[in-house]
T-cell receptor, first 114, second 113 residues
Framework: DADVTQTPRNRITKTGKRIMLECSQT?????MYWYRQDPGLGLRLIYY???????NKGEISDGYSVSRQAQAKFSLSLESAIPNQTALYFC?????????????FGPGTRLTVL | QKEVEQNSGPLSVPEGAIASLNCTYS??????FFWYRQYSGKSPELIMF????GDKEDGRFTAQLNKASQYVSLLIRDSQPSDSATYLC?????????????FGKGTKLSVKP
């Protein structure tokens, strides 16, 4: 079984809809991250969480919110989706004090906002 | 603004050749450096990490780090068509958000049979 899972894997939605992307991990890591990837722009950090009670904004948090329901679960919400949020979204995990903060990625969610 | 720079490519090499991928970073205090491989439409997967100046070898892959020049590279020996992918350089962020990585935009490698 995959260590980091994301649901859904693909989603097409309309402008203005609320969308939730979910991430679960069985690696026992305390740190979790949400990134988006756009062609030519690389990976950009949206939010990160170092433990259940710690949530931090990343480089591009506007229009997004997150919830850390448990150590193993980290959800990303788009309250009112807009077309420029069309992207590939990745969840990642790492452990505190790990090998220089090595991050492990989920398979990604491809989101299209029409 | 802390940055990680990579040549976007595409870098094209013939099968069996050495592919050389380069990365520069702006934060002189960075301590950990990572190379990820990403196939089209897939998630990044870690190939190597390096902390100390010099070379680190793992199979066909060698990471090279020069902190004085703020430069890290990845050499792929005996390149195979299956090595065709985008390679992401990542550097740890030593600011208030320690634990975060800053990623370059990636270099696309194409290995021709």
């Amino acid at each position: 079984d995959a260590d980091v899972t994301q649901t859904p894997r693909n989603r097409i939605t309309k402008t203005g809809k609320r969308i939730m992307l979910e991430c679960s991990q069985t690696k026992g890591h305390d740190r979790m991250y949400w990134y988006r990837q756009d062609p030519g722009l690389g990976l950009r950090l949206i939010y990160y969480s170092f433990d259940v009670k710690d949530i931090n904004k990343g480089e591009i948090s506007d229009g997004y919110s997150v919830s850390r329901q448990a150590q193993a679960k980290f959800s990303l919400s788009l309250e009112s989706a807009i077309p420029n949020q069309t992207a590939l979204y990745f969840c990642a995990t790492s452990r505190q004090g790990g090998d220089g903060n090595e991050q492990f990625f989920g398979p990604g969610t491809r989101l299209t906002v029409l | 603004q802390k940055e990680v720079e990579q040549n976007s490519g595409p870098l094209s090499v013939p099968e069996g050749a050495i592919a050389s991928l380069n990365c520069t970073y702006s934060d002189r205090g960075s301590q950990s450096f990572f190379w990820y491989r990403q196939y089209s439409g897939k998630s990044p997967e870690l190939i190597m990490f390096i902390y100390s100046n010099g070379d680190k070898e793992d199979g066909r892959f060698t990471a090279q780090l020069n902190k004085a020049s703020q430069y890290v590279s990845l050499l792929i020996r005996d390149s195979q068509p299956s090595d065709s992918a985008t390679y992401l350089c990542a550097v740890n962020n030593r600011g208030g958000s320690q634990g975060n990585l800053i990623f370059g935009k990636g270099t696309k490698l194409s290995v021709k049979p």
